[in-house]
C-alpha cells in the first residue's frame, strides 16, 4: 500500500526534542514515516505509541516492541493512553489532514481527480458521510458546511443549487456534484474552487474541527512540563485554531492576567512558523500548503 514522503518529516520530529527514554505519540500514522523517523531516535526504554482511524493505515504497522498502533481518531487520545497506562508524555505530533493515500484511491471519493461515490469517511466506521451531508442536510445546513469550512462567499447559492438539484433525482458520485455545482466553477479557478467544496464537506463529514479542539485541548493536559506540541497543518481554519491554542492556550478571547498584569499561557512558542522549501514541494506536491509550529509546556 502506497504512501508518499511525510511531509515536513526532519523539521517536524527534530521540533520534538526527543529524548531516548521519553514516551511519544504520533496521533497521524498514515504511511508510518514520522513514527519510523520517531523511533530511530529513541532508546531501548523509549515508547512511541501512534494513532490512526483508518483501517487502511493498519497495513504500515512498525514491528517493534517499543511501539502500539491504536486504530482511534486522535480525539480520544487521553482515553486510549491512560488503557495503556499511560498518564503523560513527552512530545506530541501532528500532521492533520488527509493523508496521500486517501486522495490517492478513487473509492474514498477525497479527490477531485476521480469520479468516486460520495464518501470522504476517514474511518469506514463512521456513519455520516459525504453522500448523507449533499442529498440530506437541510438548506441551511448545507450553507454552513460551505461557508464556515470552505470559506465560500456564495455558500447560499450553492445550498440552494444542491437542494434543487437532489429533488429530482439523488446527487450520488463526485461526477453528479461536479455537474450541479458547475455554474459555480469557472474554468479559470475551477480547480482551487471545486477543491474548497471538497474541504468543506470533508470536515463535516470527519468533524475535523471538533476533533482537532478536542485533541489541543487534551494535549495540553498530557503532555509533561518541557514535553512539546509539533503541528502540521494545511489550511487556514486549522492554523488559526493551532496558532491560537499554542499562543494562548484557549481558541477564542484573551487568557487571563495575573497580579502584574502579564498573561499566564501554557506553551512557549519554539521558533518561528516552518514551511517547506521549494526542493520538497517539487518531489511532493502536498507540502505546498503545510504549516509546522511547535510549541513546549511550561
Same mark, same amino acid.
Given at each position: 500500500m502506497e504512501y508518499h514522503n511525510p511531509v515536513l518529516l526532519q523539521a517536524s520530529?527534530?521540533?520534538?526534542?526527543?529524548?531516548p527514554d521519553g514516551v511519544y505519540v504520533d496521533v497521524t500514522f498514515g504511511g508510518g514515516?514520522?513514527? +519510523? @523517523?520517531?523511533?530511530?531516535?529513541?532508546?531501548?526504554n523509549g515508547k $512511541?505509541? +501512534? @494513532?490512526?482511524?483508518?483501517?487502511?493505515?493498519?497495513?504500515?504497522? $512498525?514491528?517493534?516492541?517499543?511501539?502500539?498502533?491504536?486504530?482511534?481518531?486522535?480525539?480520544?487520545?487521553?482515553?486510549?493512553?491512560?488503557?495503556?497506562?499511560i498518564k503523560s508524555v513527552d512530545g506530541i505530533l501532528a500532521d492533520l489532514g488527509v493523508s496521500s493515500h486517501q486522495f490517492d484511491v478513487a473509492e474514498r471519493g477525497f479527490s477531485t481527480r476521480f469520479d468516486a461515490e460520495l464518501d470522504m469517511r476517514m474511518s469506514q466506521k463512521n456513519d455520516l458521510n459525504a453522500y448523507k451531508v449533499v442529498n440530506e442536510y437541510d438548506e441551511a445546513n448545507l450553507r454552513r458546511v460551505f461557508l464556515e469550512f470552505g470559506e465560500l462567499k456564495n455558500a447560499p447559492a450553492i445550498a440552494r443549487v444542491i437542494i434543487k438539484a437532489r429533488e429530482e433525482s439523488p446527487i450520488k458520485n463526485t461526477e453528479q456534484l461536479k455537474t450541479v455545482l458547475s455554474q459555480f466553477l469557472p474554468a479559470h479557478k475551477s480547480h482551487k474552487i471545486l477543491a474548497q467544496m471538497y474541504q468543506s464537506i470533508r470536515i463535516e463529514v470527519n468533524q475535523e474541527m471538533d476533533v482537532l479542539k478536542e485533541f489541543l485541548e487534551q494535549s495540553l493536559e498530557i503532555l509533561n512540563p518541557g514535553g512539546r506540541l509539533s503541528v502540521i497543518s494545511y489550511h487556514s481554519l486549522e492554523d488559526r485554531l493551532v496558532k491560537r491554542f499554542i499562543k494562548n492556550g484557549m481558541f477564542e478571547g484573551e487568557p487571563e492576567r495575573d497580579f502584574f498584569g502579564n498573561f499566564s499561557v501554557p506553551f512557549t512558542t519554539i521558533g518561528k512558523l516552518i514551511v517547506p522549501n521549494q526542493a520538497e514541494i517539487k518531489i511532493n506536491n502536498r507540502a505546498r500548503s503545510a504549516k509546522l509550529r511547535i510549541a513546549e509546556k511550561k
Open positions: 520530529v527534530v521540533g520534538l526534542n526527543i529524548k514515516g514520522h513514527s +519510523a @523517523f520517531i523511533l530511530n531516535q529513541l532508546g531501548p $512511541l505509541f +501512534a @494513532f490512526d482511524q483508518d483501517e487502511d493505515a493498519l497495513a504500515n504497522t $512498525l514491528h517493534d516492541e517499543r511501539f502500539v498502533l491504536i486504530n482511534e481518531n486522535f480525539r480520544y487520545i487521553k482515553r486510549f493512553l491512560r488503557f495503556h497506562n
